[in-house]
């Protein structure tokens, strides 16, 4: 008897939450689809309501359109006052945005240590930007003691879930051999992995291993396609990189046969049809 009443109770436990999350799942649906059909506005006001009963993603939804005056005037601060709410949840999003607040001091006082600690919380749950962005402090000394072997290592974790930057920024180790030992082959495969991923980076230091025959055998046609697809990229690719891709694209092709000239950019080309 008094099993049959617990199993009672427990199956009316178990409606009445799946009850409850179904009443917060729809609003917050609601409230992404008109985020997502970009009516700002109506999207903040749905979010509203679900961050101010606790609801991590709505709160730090609301931080993100307070940053970038989605349906509200742009407000720092206030950003940061929401990615605070949803961080202390373990919101990892929330963490490495308020981690990246307090590396640039955008609406919280720059604090280094705190950005790492944040970083950290969200990279432990496996964020891959927070575990690039921690590398890059450890690199930098920003915040902790700098550590190239433990820059790399967190770099490496980003760069095996596919984070381009964080794999050029782990052939640029392989390559100086500062935190691992050098090893060319290594760096050119990392160099691969980013610039396949179309990263300027990543295609720019390609192609001078290609260019200067490090880690791989020297090919000027590679070279070649691999500077022009770095500098042909948009503009908000780091204009000093760029500038440096087009100068070595135009030195290479001074230096190329026709024939060599012509499949380099028939090869960038069939490259970008791929992509």
């Not at 006082?109 to 891959?128: F, I, T």
């Not at 964080?166 to 052939?171: E, I």
Request: glycine share 10%; proline share 2%; charged share 20%.
């Amino acid at each position: 008897m008094r099993t049959t009443t617990f199993l009672r109770a427990l199956a009316v436990a178990i409606v009445l939450c799946c009850g409850m999350r179904q009443a917060l799942a729809g609003p917050f649906e609601d409230a992404q689809a008109a985020y997502d059909q970009k009516d700002y506005s109506r999207a903040f006001g749905l979010f509203k309501p679900l961050a101010d009963q606790g609801h991590a993603n709505a709160q730090y939804n609301l931080g993100v359109m307070c940053a970038n005056g989605q349906g509200v005037p742009q407000d720092h601060a206030e950003a940061v006052r929401w990615y605070h709410k949803a961080a202390d949840q373990g919101l990892a999003e929330a963490q490495f945005s308020l981690g990246l607040r307090y590396a640039t001091g955008q609406g919280a006082k720059k604090d280094y240590h705190e950005a790492v600690k944040l970083y950290r919380m969200a990279a432990e749950q496996g964020h891959a930007d927070a575990q690039f962005h921690l590398g890059i402090r450890y690199d930098w000394g920003e915040g902790v003691t700098e550590d190239p072997a433990e820059k790399v290592r967190w770099c490496r974790k980003a760069a095996e879930q596919g984070h381009a930057l964080a794999q050029n920024c782990l052939g640029n180790s392989y390559t100086s051999g500062r935190g691992v030992t050098r090893d060319y082959a290594e760096a050119v495969r990392w160099y691969s992995k980013a610039a396949n991923r179309g990263n300027a980076f990543g295609q720019y230091n390609l192609g001078l291993m290609y260019a200067e025959g490090k880690g791989v055998t020297q090919d000027v046609v590679l070279a070649h396609m691999w500077f022009s697809l770095a500098a042909d990229q948009g503009p908000d690719v780091n204009s000093i990189e760029q500038a440096l891709a087009q100068e070595r694209r135009d030195i290479s092709s001074n230096n190329l046969t026709k024939t060599q000239l012509a499949e380099a950019q028939s090869l960038a080309r069939e490259w970008k049809t791929k992509t």
